[in-house]
């Protein structure tokens, strides 16, 4: 059915049949449609225009089909605007237009449309569209729920359609693709599409929405528990809290000088701080954890100073002696100047208790302004001692090294490893395999600690051990060190030490001034040969000490200013001589030698004693030898058998006679291949009758062919000889490079004589009839 009506056109808005809304007009041909409309039977095609912005639309910036309405109110507004109700009766397609001018009107096509359908397939598709609009009521949120339901008791299918087209925000485009389609099967189908569409955009935005009120609850939840923790910790006096702790260490990131790996763990547990509950046993270990990160020195290093003049003085000034360790820090000073980087050597200083090993360590150190830590290893029996213990295990903490860098305060530090040789061993693990990567140049760089889980640089640290003896020191770690060894002291090593060092310490110690005491150096010569019997100089310093107490008291109570302490009157003051030691015997003797020997505490002679008795050749050996020196006097007595006639002995001797074989102090171990030579010359002497030079000792072992072989220990034995009052001493022919080592006075004092066998050794010890 056609119709000629005046035509609106609407920006932006479209109209559906049904519908009823106001909107408003402005545009004087638009008003001059509507007067047109209200003279007539008020009705007016309402068509929407294809681009809002135009404010003059011709007729092909409209679409062609729109809404025959009807215009129940008209409201004039201020200016010429006029505000209109109408209400959507059909939708109509424009067939012609009859005019442009003064407002345009056109002729439109209603179609004739049955929207009674009885058939199932329509029915279902009602529901169906009544069900998506309900759902989509529910999740949208901006449709009234009254609207839903309104829809659900109408019967008339185009009716449903356009109310539920005009109650979902569409876009213009789809609304009047809604409009356009005249059949009702085909605009419910689309409808359901986009009613599909939405439904399914609207339930992903509700999941979004869910999420992030969820994200914004914690974060609201998190925020108000902070600030009431904040007004807990304002009221209990601790305003900063974890949050200001976390911060404090954040802040001192950068100052620390953290490797990039360090920084991000310390990061991460800083994190872990932040989450963990106030008060909780975790936050505790985390803290300590991050204290002692915090607390070593990834890039804190002191300046070396790399002067030999300086370092030189240094060690002559502190040390008497030890010229070999003296000369090593002046090489690695003087390769270090030339390279200017080498990887911390690995020195072992070997020798007797005593004689300096530790206290030199703290004068290197002193030479190369380096900061100095000791680390005794005596005892250290778990490899955790050296690792640390893992951060898993209650009470846990960084092993030694670490503890050892921390108390440095810096990485370059002299680190010395006290006593090496006393670590030992047991089911927790091996320590000395744990220091294997600690005394490696090759793998310290990154040497990690169980505790820390964390790389740190051991190159620049200078290592030092000592050991009483490598004995007992595993092969591998020994194989890491250089070895420096530090003999006994001589009796004028001791006297000068004694002079420079040790008298004026315990002066000072004991409250004395040099005027109060004099002391001079055959008086402590005394005290070092009948008041100690040691390597080094420990008990020498107790002695002196001693002295100075019963002064100190003698100045207090006798009101004495000065005292004089001489070789008479040192017996008042130490007591009675506590010590001998052997002289050469005064006359010759025939079947006994005088041997040298090494002791931990120095050289000893000893004075080898040879019987020969009526018997069946019967050989006893007394005075708690061991089982190296008893071989040894079997094998000087088959020597001896093979040369009878050239020392004009009897060849039978050993079957008849008994031969026993003594070496006085009996209650002492005695045991070694160096007295040899000595059991030999003893048997010879007193088998062939010719009495031993008393002035000559000797030293070395025997073989079966009557070879002279090397010993060690010749600088020790030799000053044995030469305090013993020996004019000649009998050495290995191997050991007389070992001569340029005996200091210069006993040299010139004493006669040397090498040996490369027993033809030599009977020579020069046996005296001529």
């Not at 315990?506 to 100690?532: A, C, M, S, W």
């Not at 290995?732 to 006669?751: A, T, Y």
């Amino acid at each position: 059915m056609s119709k000629i009506l005046p035509l609106l056109p609407l920006r932006g808005l479209t109209v559906f049949p049904f519908m009823t809304l106001y909107f408003d007009v402005g545009r004087q041909k638009s008003i001059k449609a509507l007067e047109e409309a209200m003279i007539n039977d008020q009705l007016i095609f309402l068509v929407a225009q294809k681009d809002a912005s135009s404010d003059s639309p011709e007729v092909d910036d409209i679409y062609s089909i729109g809404t025959v309405s009807k215009v129940k109110q008209l409201l004039k507004l201020q200016g010429d605007t006029i505000r209109v109700l109408v209400e959507g009766i059909n939708r109509a397609e424009i067939k012609n237009v009859v005019q442009k001018e003064p407002f345009f009107v056109v002729e439109v096509n209603e179609p004739e449309t049955d929207d009674k359908f009885d058939s199932n397939e329509i029915e279902a598709l009602k529901r169906r569209l009544v069900s998506m609009f309900e759902g989509y009521v529910k999740l949208s949120g901006k449709v009234s729920p009254d609207t839903a339901l309104t829809v659900a008791d109408i019967d008339n299918i185009s009716q449903i359609s356009d109310i539920i087209a005009n109650n979902i925000p569409l876009k213009l485009e789809q609304k009047q693709e809604i409009l356009s389609e005249f059949h009702p099967l085909r605009r419910i189908e689309k409808l359901l599409q986009i009613l599909y569409q939405e439904t399914e955009i609207l339930e992903i935005e509700k999941d979004i929405n869910a999420k992030v009120r969820k994200q914004i609850d914690k974060v609201q939840k998190e925020y108000y528990l902070r600030e009431q923790m904040k007004a807990i910790q304002t009221e209990l006096g601790d305003k900063e809290g974890v949050t200001g702790e976390v911060e404090e260490y954040k802040s001192r990131i950068e100052e620390a000088g953290f490797p990039e790996d360090v920084e991000k763990k310390v990061l991460k547990e800083l994190d872990r701080l932040l989450k963990t509950p106030q008060g909780s046993a975790e936050g505790s270990v985390i803290r300590t954890y991050i204290d002692w990160i915090f607390d070593l020195p990834w890039s804190k290093a002191t300046d070396e100073i790399i002067d030999l003049g300086y370092a030189e003085e240094i060690l002559e000034q502190d040390h008497y002696g030890l010229k070999k360790v003296k000369e090593r820090i002046v090489e690695y000073l003087a390769v270090q100047k030339l390279k200017n980087s080498l990887k911390g050597p690995i020195l072992c200083l070997v020798g007797p208790p005593g004689v300096g090993k530790t206290s030199i360590a703290k004068s290197i150190a002193k030479a190369l302004n380096r900061n100095y830590v000791r680390i005794s290893l005596g005892g250290v029996k778990d490899e955790s001692e050296i690792r640390g213990h893992r951060r898993t295990y209650v009470g846990s903490m960084p092993g030694r090294i670490i503890s050892a860098l921390k108390q440095a305060g810096s990485n370059n530090p002299l680190i010395l490893l006290d006593e090496i040789d006393k670590m030992s061993s047991d089911f927790r693990g091996d320590p000395a395999s744990a220091m294997l990567e600690v005394l490696d140049s090759e793998q310290n760089f990154s040497f990690r600690d169980h505790y820390l889980e964390l790389p740190f640089n051991l190159s620049n640290v200078l290592f030092l051990t000592t050991a009483n003896s490598l004995d007992t020191v595993p092969r591998p770690l020994l194989d890491r060190m250089e070895i420096l060894e530090l003999s006994s002291y001589t009796e004028e090593d001791k006297a000068n030490i004694a002079m420079k060092y040790l008298l004026p310490k315990q002066i000072e110690l004991h409250g004395l001034t040099p005027k109060n005491i004099k002391v001079d150096e055959e008086t402590i010569r005394d005290i070092i040969n009948f008041y100690t019997k040691e390597a080094g100089v420990r008990n020498l310093e107790r002695e002196i000490g001693a002295v100075c107490r019963k002064v100190a008291k003698a100045i207090v109570s006798e009101n004495r200013r000065t005292v004089t302490v001489s070789r008479n009157t040192l017996e008042k003051y130490l007591g009675v001589k506590k010590f001998r030691f052997d002289y050469a015997n005064e006359k010759d003797e025939i079947g006994i030698a005088t041997g040298l020997a090494w002791t931990a505490v120095g050289g000893v002679t000893l004075s080898i004693e040879v019987n020969i008795m009526p018997g069946n050749g019967k050989l006893e050996l007394t005075g708690h030898l061991g089982d190296v020196m008893k071989e040894s006097a079997k094998a000087a007595i088959s020597f001896i058998r093979s040369v009878c006639k050239e020392l004009k002995i009897a060849e039978d001797f050993y079957e008849k006679n008994d031969i026993h074989i003594h070496v006085p102090e009996g209650a002492t171990p005695k045991d070694g291949p160096s007295a040899g030579i000595t059991l030999a010359t003893a048997m010879a002497s007193a088998l062939s009758g010719v009495p031993v030079n008393r002035k000559v000792a000797m030293t070395g072992e025997i073989t079966l062919r009557g070879r002279v072989l090397p010993i060690g220990g010749l600088k020790e034995k030799v000053l044995a000889a030469h305090r013993a009052g020996i004019d000649t001493v009998i050495i290995p022919i191997d050991n007389k490079k070992d001569i340029d080592e005996i200091p210069e006075n006993v040299r010139k004092s004493l006669k040397f004589v090498c040996a490369s066998d027993m033809k030599t050794v009977l020579k020069n010890a046996l005296s001529a009839k």
